[in-house]
């Protein structure tokens, strides 16, 4: 397997505290990795500073070589090209996420086109790609405006946005959290269906250790600003080494005693 | 209950006033539009300004005839033309301007946004009509053509402040990060994603524009400082009358409705149309 990513060093900070303190890790081609922690352990704010997305007031140090290139170096405009294209996210909430005056076909249609599709093209790639995420009816689908969608359905945009372009990383932040837990199963089972199909790694950003053992190979378990632990999903489960990632495990709510 | 029956009686007081407003407007704009063919006289054409000068209202003059003789209904059908062509330019080019500047500073931010919104508030500051006294003492052989650029480049400060608020509050969208994060470049977002969720506030910011514009051209004219005789504009001819007073109400009285009706019904529709756009006030209902 080939490292795709390899953050060392990671720090970000929006004022005297660091958000991000000293974070490493690497992820290899089509892997699944979790980033594991509770709300305000920076495992968003880490996401958001490998795709470059946080305003000028954010302080990102370190570096994160992905696909031979230091994301935090390149200008811009290579950034642009890269954002879509090779690395993309899936964000937790499709209901703010997606543009409400915008036909949904026609914002996945727009990832192509930004990044040189012809107008036909990327509407043909986009219905294409709505029905390969399982929406029934997509020519239609592509039509309506994200209120006439479910939350599921409006998921499911998102990921088909996200994927379109076979990118080599998704940072899926939190893409479960907002929805029912049978659509999350499906939501779950399209993201790994996708990803295998276009041999895409997911740096998968959750509270939900559920989620972790569902999908993930390995997880990263972050605890204000820093990674505590870092193991494959088996062992991290059966023998937590952290004090931390013990307590996470034992917060899981069980229905038998 | 009580909600719906408020609902109901505030659509009833809103309904009929608006429509009667769009009406007005509607047949001021196809009176403009067709003046060579409504107008029963040539508006520039003096009979005689020895006996047909200051006729009252009759058959033969529908609203009466001015100091040279000529037709009233003529000139203030001829006048709405001016007028509201006046208008409708100079708000055209403030809503360009306003739009472009306010969407680069509300976009931008940082320190473009900072020059670009004390700028504005200087220019704000200063009171309109005295500028543009200023550009016409300037400029003493303005057209009508550029009395309406002179207008429209007064203008636009107004629609950048209302144009930058709604990028600002439209900019921090998850929708907006989620384009960036597609690599949509920052133009794209801007057309596509920032500025048609401000429309709505571009159309009534324009629709009020044009409430403040049309006494704006007609206080220049009856001041003799914007259009010029011989072209009628209801601000001018209401200069022509104002020598004689109540003698010759007509000159007054017509050209001075015409310009209350016109503002009473944008205004209407302007105060109408905010009440559809702003949520504060929708949620209220």
């Not at chain 1, 992820?27 to 880490?46: F, P």
């Not at chain 2, 200023?134 to 009395?147: D, M, Y």
Request: aromatic share 6%; hydrophobic share 50%.
């Amino acid at each position: 397997m080939t490292t795709l990513l390899d953050v060392q060093g990671l720090r970000v900070s929006f004022g005297p505290r660091p958000a991000v303190n000293g974070v490493s890790f690497a992820i290899a081609s089509g892997e699944t990795v979790a980033l594991v922690g509770e709300s305000g352990s920076g495992k968003t704010t880490t996401g958001y500073a490998l795709m470059r997305l946080l305003g000028d007031n954010a302080l990102v140090q370190g570096t994160a070589v992905f696909e031979g290139r230091d994301l935090f170096t390149l200008p811009e405009a290579e950034m642009r090209s890269l954002r879509g294209r090779r690395m993309s996210i899936v964000f937790q909430e499709p209901a703010t996420a997606l543009n409400p005056v915008m036909r949904v076909g026609d914002q996945i249609a727009e990832v192509a086109r930004v990044h040189g599709e012809s107008v036909k093209a990327a509407r043909e790639m986009a219905v294409a790609m709505l029905e390969r995420t399982g929406i029934a009816d997509p020519a239609r689908r592509a039509r309506a405006y994200p209120h006439e969608l479910s939350g599921g359905m409006r998921q499911r945009v998102m990921i088909a946005m996200a994927l379109l372009l076979k990118p080599a990383l998704v940072i899926a932040d939190e893409p479960t959290s907002a929805l029912d837990v049978t659509v999350q199963a499906q939501i779950l089972a399209l993201l790994g269906e996708l990803k295998r199909e276009s041999n895409t790694a997911i740096l998968f950003i959750t509270h939900d250790l559920g989620v972790v053992a569902q999908t993930c190979s390995r997880a990263m378990v972050m605890r204000a600003g820093e990674i505590v632990e870092s193991a494959d999903v088996e062992t991290l489960f059966s023998a937590p080494s952290h004090e931390y990632t013990r307590e996470l495990l034992a917060a899981v709510p069980r229905l038998s005693p | 209950m009580i909600a719906g029956q408020a609902e109901r009686a505030r659509r009833t007081l809103g309904g009929p006033a608006v429509y009667a407003a769009l009406a007005v407007i509607a047949l001021f704009v196809l009176v403009a539009l067709l003046a060579p063919v409504i107008a029963p006289h040539d508006p520039f054409a003096q009979p005689d300004a020895a006996t047909q000068a200051n006729l009252a209202p009759s058959g033969a003059h529908l609203l009466g005839t001015d100091r040279y003789s000529r037709d009233v209904l003529s000139r203030l059908v001829f006048g709405a033309r001016v007028s509201l062509g006046i208008a409708a330019l100079a708000v055209g080019i403030a809503m360009t301007l306003g739009t472009a500047v306010g969407a680069l500073a509300g976009y931008a931010g940082g320190w473009t946004d900072r020059l670009v919104t004390r700028t504005v508030d200087a220019i704000l500051s200063v009171p309109r009509v005295l500028v543009l006294i200023f550009i016409v003492a300037a400029f003493p052989h303005l057209s009508v053509f550029g009395l309406a650029i002179m207008l429209g480049l007064t203008g636009w400060p107004a629609m950048a402040k209302v144009v930058r608020a709604q990028v600002r509050e439209t900019a921090a969208m998850d929708y907006v990060l989620a384009a960036r994060a597609l690599g949509v470049r920052p133009l794209g977002i801007l057309t596509r994603h920032v500025l048609p969720a401000a429309v709505p506030q571009i159309l009534v910011a324009a629709t009020l524009a044009v409430a403040t514009v049309i006494p704006l051209e007609a206080g220049l004219s009856f001041l003799g400082l914007g259009v010029r005789q011989p072209t009628p504009s209801w601000g001018n001819m209401m200069l022509d009358g104002a020598d004689f007073g109540a003698h010759t109400w007509w000159l007054l009285v017509f050209p001075g409705m015409a310009i209350v009706i016109t503002v009473l019904s944008i205004n209407v529709i302007g105060e109408r149309l905010r009440e559809m756009v702003d949520p504060r006030v929708r949620a209220s209902r």
